[in-house]
C-alpha cells in the first residue's frame, strides 16, 4: 500500500485539516508528522499544549494510521526516513516564507520518485476564527509570563529584540524570514529603557516613570503574543520595587532586568565617561531578596544586571557579584559590556559557567556586535538582547525624509524609500 505524508502543526483541528486527511486517505496509508516544540517556534507560532499532547490529538483523528515527530520545519530528515510516495499539503505554502520549503520538499520528492499532493487552503470565517482564538490565547498573561522560561529550556539561545510601541512590537511579532530552508524570527521583545525614553524624546534617566513605562508595555501587549523582558533601570526603592513585580507578573511580563547601580542612573554606554555610583552588594541584594519575596507566581523571572565590566571594577567584582545575587535568588543574570571586543563577557561567561550551569545568562551584544548568537550560546549565554537597532535604524531614516522634504519643498524625491500606503495599512490586524 502506498504511503501519504503530511506535517501538522495545530493544536485545534478544524475543517482544513480534516480535509487534508480525507484528500490523504485516497492515496494510501496516512502518516501524520506532528511537528517538534523546537521546530514549531521557529516557524508560526508557541505551542500551547505539548508536542506529547500534539501526538494523541493527531493519533485520535479518523484517516490517521500513524503519528511521528518531525524535529525540524524542513522535510529532508523525515522523508529521508519515511520515503513516502506522496506528500499532501495545503497551497497555501506556493508563496511568503514556506515556499522555500516547498520546493525542497519537490527537490527531495523529485529525487526518489515521490510526488507532491496540493489541495485548495481552507480559509473561511470559522477557520479563521480558530486560528485568531489560538493566538489570541498566547496574549493572555497566563501564558505569556511563563514563555520566557519555556523558551529558555527550548531554545539553544533565545533572541529578544527591542519593543517601544504598538508598531515595533508588530515588528517583533512578525518579522521572519527564510534562510537555507529553514524559518528564523525573534523569540522575545525588551522593552529597553533607552529607546522608550528616546522615543518619548527624553534622556536615559529614568525620567520616563513606571506608569508610563507600563502604558508602553500595555500598547505592545494589544498586538503582540511574544514575551516581554522589561529593563527595569536600577528597580528604584525596593519598597516600591516590590509594588511593580506585582503590576508586572499581572500583566503577563515575564521578566525584569535590574542593574546595580543607584542615585542618578545614566545609560551604561557612557561608561565612567560620566558619574555612575554602582550599588553595594548588600542592598542590592536586599532589593532582589525581597522582589522574590513578593513575587506571587512562579513564572516570572527578576534578572540581575551587572555593572562592574562596564564601570570598570574588575572581573573579580563582577563574579562575586553575580554569585552573590543567585544567592539572593535572582532568576538569571545579566552582564554588560561596553568594549568592542567580546573577550571579557565570554571570560566572564566562561567562569560564571564553571561553577553555576543552570542559571540563565543574558546579554546585549550592542557594542561588541561582531559575535554571533551560536558563539555566545556556545559561551553558556541563554539570552540575546538587541537592544536598540530598531530606534537607531529608524531615526536617521525619518531624520533623512524630513530633511529632503524640507529641501525639495515636496515629498516626490523621498516616495522611493517609503513604505507603499497599501502596505502600512495592512500591517495593522483588522478584527
Ligand atoms: C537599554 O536598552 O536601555 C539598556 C541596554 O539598558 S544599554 O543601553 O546597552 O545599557
Ligand atoms: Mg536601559
Redesign the pocket.
Given at each position: 500500500m502506498k504511503t501519504v505524508y503530511t506535517c501538522f502543526c495545530t493544536e485545534m483541528i478544524h475543517e482544513g485539516h480534516r480535509n487534508i486527511l480525507r484528500h490523504a486517505s485516497q492515496y494510501g496509508r496516512v502518516i501524520v508528522g506532528a511537528l517538534s516544540d523546537r521546530a514549531l517556534i521557529r516557524y508560526n507560532r508557541f505551542p500551547s499544549i505539548p508536542q506529547e499532547d500534539r501526538i494523541k490529538l493527531y493519533r485520535s483523528l479518523e484517516g490517521v494510521d500513524n503519528v511521528v515527530l518531525q524535529d525540524d520545519m524542513g522535510y529532508e530528515d523525515v522523508l529521508s526516513l519515511i520515503r513516502p510516495d506522496y506528500v499532501i499539503h495545503g497551497d497555501n505554502w506556493k508563496t511568503g516564507p514556506e515556499a522555500a520549503i516547498r520546493e525542497q520538499v519537490l527537490q527531495k520528492l523529485k529525487a526518489y520518485g515521490g510526488e507532491l499532493i496540493e489541495v485548495p487552503y481552507t480559509s473561511n470565517a470559522h477557520t479563521r476564527k480558530i486560528d485568531r482564538q489560538l493566538r489570541e490565547k498566547l496574549a493572555m498573561p497566563e501564558y505569556r509570563r511563563k514563555r520566557l522560561r519555556q523558551l529558555i529550556g527550548i531554545c539553544p539561545v533565545v533572541k529578544a529584540i527591542?519593543a517601544h510601541s504598538g508598531l515595533t512590537g508588530l515588528i517583533a511579532e512578525k518579522t521572519i524570514i527564510e534562510q537555507d530552508g529553514q524559518l528564523d524570527q525573534f523569540d522575545a521583545m525588551?522593552v529597553?529603557?533607552?529607546?522608550d525614553s528616546t522615543a518619548k524624546g527624553k534622556p536615559?534617566i529614568e525620567l520616563v516613570d513606571m506608569s508610563s513605562r507600563l502604558r508602553t508595555i500595555d500598547d505592545i501587549m494589544e498586538v503582540t503574543t511574544k514575551p516581554i523582558i522589561l529593563?527595569g533601570d536600577t528597580g528604584g526603592m525596593a519598597e516600591h520595587f516590590i509594588y511593580n513585580v506585582r503590576t508586572l507578573e499581572r500583566m503577563g511580563v515575564s521578566a525584569v532586568i535590574i542593574e546595580d547601580k543607584k542615585g542618578l542612573k545614566k545609560?551604561?554606554?557612557f561608561g565612567n565617561d560620566v558619574i555612575q555610583t554602582q550599588d553595594d552588594i548588600e542592598s542590592f541584594s536586599a532589593k532582589i531578596r525581597a522582589a522574590k519575596q513578593a513575587q506571587l507566581t512562579e513564572d516570572f523571572m527578576i534578572i540581575a544586571r551587572i555593572e562592574s565590566l562596564i564601570l570598570e571594577r574588575g572581573m573579580e567584582d563582577a563574579l562575586t557579584r553575580a554569585a552573590a545575587f543567585v544567592e539572593a535568588g535572582a532568576d538569571g543574570v545579566m552582564i554588560?559590556s561596553r568594549k568592542k571586543d567580546p573577550a571579557e563577557i565570554l571570560d566572564f561567561c566562561d567562569r560564571f559557567r564553571k561553577t553555576d550551569k543552570t542559571t540563565p545568562l543574558v546579554v546585549?551584544p550592542?557594542s561588541f556586535n561582531t559575535i554571533t548568537e551560536a558563539e555566545l550560546a556556545a559561551h553558556g549565554v541563554n539570552i540575546v538582547i538587541y537592544?536598540?537597532q530598531l530606534t537607531r535604524s529608524a531615526f536617521p531614516a525619518m531624520q533623512k525624509t524630513a530633511e529632503d522634504i524640507l529641501r525639495f519643498h515636496r515629498a516626490k524625491e523621498v516616495d522611493d524609500r517609503l513604505m507603499p500606503i497599501k502596505e502600512i495599512i495592512t500591517l495593522i490586524d483588522e478584527l
Open positions: 527591542e525588551w529597553s529603557s533607552l529607546c536615559d529593563d545609560n551604561s554606554l554588560h546585549v550592542s537592544a536598540n
